[in-house]
């Protein structure tokens, strides 16, 4: 027999999106768990991203995690074009009325929440193996996993799968139920006849 687990929302995947829902849901009051199949470290070591857009920025002020980001992220408030050999500023906290970019690491990001996640005695279970979802579009939703060979049972009101692209629970839900938001713009940096771009 599984144990038993209880909690508001079980979330899956401490990458960004979970740790961050993790904290959002933390001052909010709302109790969750999160399940993460990798070791701590390995999410850490894990090169991804380094540019934070400025709605990112201030989600993370809002999650109260962005005083290190302040401290060591380089703001970017704009870049140049280099083009048959003239310099074209783009401004874009002119253009974009204010709005910077930061260059702060995604495993900085990363650190800043696990370490939140600690400091607020926070429950995330690393190296959870065998990760299944089940009757999560019912009002009793369960999560399955195993750790060091034992078993869980996580009863819970909503389960939030921040497991990426290719993880367990886009998979688990029906095409039909999956709504897709996206954002094309009619434009693209087209590849090395553009030129380089360099921040500034
Ligand atoms: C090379 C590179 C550069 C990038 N640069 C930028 C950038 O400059 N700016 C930017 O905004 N974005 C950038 N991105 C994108 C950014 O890294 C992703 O958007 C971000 O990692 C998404 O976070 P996430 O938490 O949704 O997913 P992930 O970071 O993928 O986290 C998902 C987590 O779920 C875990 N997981 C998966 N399956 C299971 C399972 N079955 N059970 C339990 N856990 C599971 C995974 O181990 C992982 O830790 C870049 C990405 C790459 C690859």
Redesign the pocket.
């Known amino acids: 027999m599984p144990s038993k687990i209880r909690t508001q929302v079980a979330i ?7 740790l961050l829902l993790g904290q959002l849901l933390h001052k909010a009051g709302i109790d969750a768990i999160i ?4 070791t701590g470290d390995y ?1 850490l070591t894990r090169i ?6 400025q709605v ?1 920025i201030d989600l993370l002020d809002e999650a109260g995690v962005g005083a290190r980001m302040h401290k060591e992220g380089l703001v970017h408030g704009g870049f140049e074009m280099l083009y048959n050999g003239q310099r074209h500023r783009i401004d874009m906290n002119k253009l974009t009325g204010g709005k910077n970019v930061m260059v702060y690491g ?1 495993t900085e990001l990363t650190h800043d929440l696990m370490d939140a996640r600690v400091c607020a005695g926070l429950t995330t279970v690393y190296e ?1 193996q065998h ?1 299944a979802i089940h009757d999560f579009d019912t009002k009793k939703p369960r999560v399955t996993y195993e750790k060091d060979g034992q078993k869980f049972e996580i009863d819970c009101d909503f389960i939030a799968g ?3 692209f290719h ?2 629970c886009r998979a688990s839900a029906p095409r039909s139920a999956i709504k897709e938001f996206e954002k094309v713009y009619p434009f693209r940096l087209a590849g090395p006849a553009v030129g380089h771009a360099a921040g500034a």
Request: net charge negative; proline share 4%; aromatic share 0%.
């Open positions: 899956i995947g401490a990458g960004p999106s979970g399940l993460e199949r990798q999410v991804r991203a380094g540019i934070l857009e990112c995604q959870a990760v921040c497991d990426g993880g367990v």
